[in-house]
């Protein structure tokens, strides 16, 4: 199947800083991908969609100034989670399909710890 | 209501029992289903489509009914490997976004 790689798979951060996070397509251009958080023992809650060349759509309650997203080309998007806080701290994935009606592929995820 | 319900366990099953999820969702205008299989702090990897007309792959059987709103996923001979969280998944509506349950963590005992 199709690679999804994403950078870092785990960072710890003090308060108050941003830590970028980078999903790649390694084989095929992705118009759209899709940013997750999960925190333990729940589920994959969706935060934004990315879309190559405008702004990323931000689901209900996710503030698009905190997390910044950048969709520069079609194998790149970043997230930014900006002036972290330890209630930032969790499991973030992103995924990517080449086009919206196939298979989404999903990035290694990231780990992120706030102290 | 959440989108998409499914009980979160835990299936504690001696290996080769057979074991059943269930899974409902709220919105009739969903298109595409899907099983995905987490292991722990790792990424959700697809487990298998599910089609009306329901599929099989190896010891794995998806239903999907749509009259119901309710989607099952059956596991023959249960391996140890199989231990994982099980995710119920659809796609479709006005969003074409992936909307996942909560997640049905399996446990096989040796």
């Known amino acids: 199947g199709a690679v999804v790689s994403q950078h870092p798979s785990w960072v710890i951060c003090k308060s108050g800083t941003s830590v970028k996070i980078e999903c790649r397509s390694l084989?095929?251009?992705?118009?759209?991908m899709f940013w997750y958080r999960q925190f333990p023992k729940q589920s994959l809650m969706l935060m934004a969609t990315s879309n190559e060349g405008s702004k990323a759509t931000y689901e209900q309650g996710v503030e698009k100034d905190k997390f910044l997203i950048n969709h520069a080309s079609l194998t790149l998007s970043t997230l930014t989670v900006t002036s972290a806080h330890p209630e930032d701290s969790s499991f973030y994935i992103c995924s990517a399909s080449r086009t919206a009606n196939t298979e989404a592929f999903f990035g290694q995820g990231t780990r992120l710890t706030v102290v | 209501r959440k989108e998409v319900e499914q009980d979160p366990g835990p299936f504690n099953v001696p290996e080769g029992a057979t074991v059943a999820f269930n899974c409902t969702y709220s919105?009739?205008?969903?298109?595409?289903f899907f099983w995905y299989r987490q292991d722990c702090r790792k990424e959700p990897k697809l487990l298998m489509s599910?089609?009306?007309s329901g599929n099989e792959d190896g010891r794995f059987t998806a239903q999907l009914n749509r009259a119901s709103q309710y989607i099952s996923l059956l596991i023959r001979d249960s391996k140890l490997s199989d231990s994982a969280t099980y995710l119920c998944v659809v796609k479709g509506g006005a969003t074409n976004k992936l909307i996942f349950g909560t997640g049905t963590l399996l446990a096989v005992q040796p």
């Open positions: 599910v089609y009306s």
């Open positions: 084989d095929f251009q992705a118009t759209t």
């Open positions: 919105n009739s205008a969903s298109q595409s």
